[in-house]
C-alpha cells in the first residue's frame, strides 16, 4: 500500500469522530465520494458527520439519505477528510470546522490545489475525487458495498463528462467495469442523473440558453442564470445544470462561460475545448479547477462580471 494510504488508515483506525466535508454548491464528483467514504465509515462503527453548505440537486437526492447531512456541528473531530476541495475556501461556511479537528485529510484532483490539509492526497491526473477515492478504499482490501460503488461510480460518471474527457483513462475504465461487476446499474443512475430534469428546470435551462452571447468571432459564448430565470420558473440555482458544458458544444467555441447571479456576489463558470487554461485564469481571480473546467467568484454583479472576463480574454483571443 502506498505511505500515504497506510498514513490515513492509521487516521481512520485511531479515530472515533469523523467529518466528512465536500465543497459548497455540491456536484456529482463531491456529493458521489462523501456519500462513498460516509458508507465506508459507517460500516467501520466510526461516529460521523458529514458537512456539505449548499442544497443536494434534484438529480441526487434519490441516492442521498439527507438525514444524515449535519445542519450544524458543535463537537471537536479526531479527524476531518475534506473531498473535491482545491482549497479551504471551497467548504463555504464549514470552512471553520478545519479547527475542530485534530487531523484533516484532503482528498482532491485540482491541480489548483496547493495541499491546505495535514495529509494530502491530491493527484490532478485522476478523473475525479471519486477515481482517487476507489484507489484509496480498494487498497484497504475491503470489499466495496453496492451502495458504495454506486456512489463512487455517479462521482466518476459526472465528473467525466460520462467518460468523454481527456482526464478519462483506460484505468478509469477498468474501475468503472469493477463498479458494474459490485452491482451498479449504469442505464438507472444515467435516467436519474440526466434524464430526470422536471420541465420548470428545463425551461429555465432553455432561457439561459436563449440569451446567449457570442464574442470574438463566436470563438467565446456566454450567458447568465439570473435571479429572474430563477424566480420566473420557481428553481434553485444548484438544479440549472450544464449549461457551461452546453455552449461549449458549438462549433468554433474555444471557450463558455456561465455567470450564476447570487445574493452579494457572482460566481463564474469557465469551460475551455481545447488550448486555453481557465483553471490559471480563475486563479487570477482567486478561484481554480481544471485546466478544461474551473471557476471562481467575485463580490460584484452579472454585467460587471462580463465587462471583466470580456477585457481578460481579449488578449487571448486577438
Ligand atoms: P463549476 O463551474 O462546475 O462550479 O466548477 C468547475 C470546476 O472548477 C470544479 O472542478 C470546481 O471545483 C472548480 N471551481 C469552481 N468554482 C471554484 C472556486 O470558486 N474556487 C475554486 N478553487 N475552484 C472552483
Ligand atoms: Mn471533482
Request: net charge negative; glycine share 6%; with cysteine.
Amino acid at each position: 500500500m502506498r505511505n500515504d494510504f497506510k498514513e490515513v488508515f492509521n487516521l481512520i483506525n485511531n479515530s472515533k469522530k469523523i467529518c466528512i466535508a465536500g465543497h459548497k454548491s455540491p456536484d456529482g464528483d463531491c456529493i458521489g465520494s462523501v456519500m462513498a467514504l460516509y458508507n465506508f465509515l459507517k460500516a467501520m462503527d466510526k461516529d460521523l458527520t458529514v458537512l456539505l453548505d449548499g442544497e443536494i440537486p434534484f438529480n441526487f437526492k434519490a441516492f442521498v439519505n439527507e438525514e444524515v447531512i449535519a445542519e450544524k456541528y458543535q463537537e471537536e473531530f479526531d479527524l476531518m477528510f475534506i473531498l473535491d476541495c482545491s482549497d479551504s475556501k471551497r467548504l463555504g461556511k464549514y470552512e471553520p470546522a478545519m479547527k475542530q479537528a485534530n487531523k484533516t485529510v484532503v482528498i482532491d484532483h485540482h491541480k489548483t490545489n496547493e495541499g491546505f490539509g495535514d495529509i494530502n492526497i491530491i493527484d490532478a491526473e485522476m478523473s475525479s475525487t471519486g477515481e482517487l477515492l476507489y484507489n484509496l478504499l480498494k487498497s484497504s482490501g475491503m470489499t466495496l458495498s453496492k451502495e458504495i460503488a454506486q456512489f463512487i461510480y455517479i462521482a466518476i460518471l459526472t465528473d467525466t463528462g460520462k467518460f468523454s474527457y481527456s482526464s478519462t483513462t483506460s484505468k478509469t475504465h477498468i474501475i468503472a467495469a469493477d463498479l458494474i461487476n459490485l452491482g451498479v446499474n449504469i442505464a438507472e443512475i444515467d435516467n436519474i442523473v440526466y434524464n430526470s430534469k422536471p420541465a420548470n428546470v428545463m425551461k429555465a435551462f432553455i432561457d439561459c440558453i436563449s440569451s446567449m452571447e457570442l464574442y470574438y468571432g463566436n470563438k467565446f459564448s456566454l450567458t447568465s442564470i439570473t435571479k429572474d430565470i430563477l424566480d420566473k420558473n420557481k428553481v434553485k440555482m444548484g438544479d440549472v445544470d450544464g449549461v457551461a458544458e452546453f455552449l461549449r458544444g458549438i462549433n468554433e467555441v474555444e471557450v463558455s462561460c456561465v455567470l450564476k447571479e447570487e445574493d452579494e456576489f457572482t460566481k463564474v463558470s469557465l469551460r475551455s475545448k481545447n488550448k486555453l487554461d481557465v483553471s490559471s485564469i480563475s486563479a487570477k481571480f482567486g478561484g481554480g479547477g481544471h485546466a478544461k473546467a474551473a471557476g471562481f467568484e467575485i463580490k460584484d454583479n452579472v454585467e460587471n462580471i462580463k465587462k471583466l472576463l470580456l477585457k481578460e480574454l481579449k488578449e487571448y483571443f486577438k
